[in-house]
């Protein structure tokens, strides 16, 4: 009996890494036919994503009308509402179709948008902000030039 309890564990275990190397590091992913990887993922996945990258592009649009305007307070409230509080939002489901990387990316693109938000409040400086945008950005092309998304075919 010791043995069949052990020779069922062993095989639990050998599922759960397996199961959560799928979902916590590969995700729904396949090669795409532009040399990116193509994330695929329901319509309502799609469009969530989506929705959050026409986010950041608005939100990076009044970052710079308030840089070039001068006005921290601008600044600070068009990074804030793109920051880690907008990712409480996202569906469970989805979690478990993104990579690892885009996870990352992610994470680390919200967080940049608050110290934007926390050094435009702090130190005042338009030309910071910029260049903390300009670093911000490259987390959006980086993730742009890998990942695709699409939706999955049933």
């Not at 069949?4 to 564990?9: A, V």
């Not at 062993?10 to 990116?36: C, E, H, N, Q, W």
């Amino acid at each position: 009996m010791c043995k069949l309890s052990w020779s069922i564990s062993g095989v639990l275990l050998i599922l759960l890494i397996a199961m959560s190397y799928k979902f916590i590091i590969v995700g729904s992913v396949t090669p795409s036919d532009d040399g990116r990887q193509l994330l695929l993922l329901e319509p309502a996945e799609r469009n969530f994503v989506l929705a959050e990258m026409r986010t950041f592009l608005s939100s990076v649009q009044a970052i710079t009308a308030g840089v070039s305007e001068e006005n921290m307070t601008q600044i600070a409230e068009a990074a804030r509402m793109v920051g880690a509080q907008a990712q409480k939002t996202m569906p469970g489901t989805l979690a478990g179709k993104l990579p690892l990387e885009f996870k990352k990316l992610g994470f680390d693109t919200h967080s940049k948008f608050d110290e934007l938000a926390l050094h435009a409040e702090q130190l005042g400086d338009p030309q910071h902000s910029l260049q903390q945008l300009t670093t911000l950005l490259s987390n959006c092309v980086a993730c742009h030039s890998i990942y695709k998304i699409d939706v999955a075919l049933k």
